[in-house]
């Protein structure tokens, strides 16, 4: 079945680390996308792309960094510039014959 | 700017209907799209409307007003599962999501 897969679903970060979320799909979508939510709130998108090798900021980018290296392939870094980088984060895609987004479950990052 | 607009928190009863409003100021339009989120999960899709009126799907129901920048989601016969946070999205000009902040549907016994 094509789908969204998010990894890892919980992850923990110390302070002053860099970590990278994967997120890979199959569904042959050329859009995809990273947000952020956080309690109680709803997503804010922190950068998108819409072909392969391209890619563009957010309206939360500052401390993220993304690549589009394949089309199935979307992994967001999450540097240590990012000073409150605990929340829950969202990775999603969308195709061309319906406008909806398809969501990945999901990753829980938590600095410890 | 782009602005939607959703209460944060309902309650209603087991059994009940509840209607979920939204409305929106985008630049442009190309559809309203509800999602259903339960609380640390993803959200799934719900409703997409693109023209005026009513869809009806089992029992949900969503309606749009373009000319108002209006929407609503009309939630029949509810049951516990439907505890969760409902989120209105309206797609721009630039096919870019944008969204509300949600809202919080509380269901009582």
């Known amino acids: 079945d094509g789908g969204i897969t998010q990894s890892p679903k919980y992850l923990f970060r110390k302070e002053g680390q860099n970590v990278t979320l994967s997120c890979e799909q199959n569904l042959n979508h050329d859009a995809m996308y990273w947000y952020r939510q956080d309690p109680g709130q709803g997503l804010r998108l922190i950068y998108y792309s819409q072909i392969v090798n391209d890619f563009q900021k957010g309206d939360i980018a500052e401390g993220y960094s993304v690549s589009r290296e394949k089309k199935e392939s979307f992994p967001l870094t999450v540097t240590s510039a990012q000073k409150n980088p605990t929340a829950f984060y969202l990775c999603?895609?969308?195709?061309?014959?319906?406008?909806?987004?398809?969501f990945g479950s999901g990753t829980r990052l938590t600095v410890v | 700017g782009q602005n939607i607009d959703q209460p944060t928190e309902m309650t209603a009863t087991e059994g009940a209907i509840v209607q979920i409003n939204c409305t929106y100021q985008?630049?442009?339009?190309?559809?309203l799209f509800w999602y259903q989120q339960h609380a640390g999960e993803a959200p799934t899709f719900l409703s997409y409307?693109?023209l005026d009126g009513l869809e009806e799907k089992g029992r949900f129901s969503s309606f749009l007003s373009r000319s108002k920048g209006y929407s609503y989601l009309l939630l029949k016969e509810l049951q516990m599962k439907d505890s969760a946070s409902y989120l209105c999205?309206?797609?721009?000009?630039?096919?870019?999501?944008?969204w509300g902040a949600g809202t919080k549907l509380i269901i009582k016994p």
């Open positions: 999205a309206v797609m721009d000009s630039n096919y870019q999501l944008i």
């Open positions: 999603a895609s969308r195709g061309y014959t319906y406008y909806g987004y398809t």
């Open positions: 985008t630049s442009g339009f190309n559809g």
């Open positions: 409307n693109v």
